[in-house]
């Protein structure tokens, strides 16, 4: 395969996941710090709550918070979590499905499929 054309799709997908991950690692600590009682004043708890409130904003009516205790256990950021992780894999899959190929490595992939 040409390294000229493969070195932008590995990039690409590179960037993804760096971009998933810090929106999954951010949605993970939310989690968190709602199950463990976090203080909401706190500045780091407050950095976190905001930022990533706007990744958990379009999941929020799907599920109710539950409460155990004083605990939240916050369904909507573990769904945006699933969600943006599912987002991630699909739009790579689409970077990979434009990615030239040549005929030979066209054959071999319908041979493997057709076995």
Known sequence: MNMERTKPLY?????????????E????????????QANPSAAFTDFIYSFSGIFVAPFRAVFRNT????????????????IYWLLAIAIIKLFVMGKPVSRTEAGEKIDRQDR
Do not use: N
């Open 25 to 36: 690692s951010l949605l993970g600590l939310r989690f968190l710090l709602k199950l463990m």
């Open 11 to 23: 990039f690409g997908i590179r960037i993804i996941w760096y971009i998933v991950g810090i929106i």
């Open 67 to 82: 409460r155990v205790d004083d605990s939240v256990v916050e369904w909507s950021a573990l769904l945006a979590m699933i």
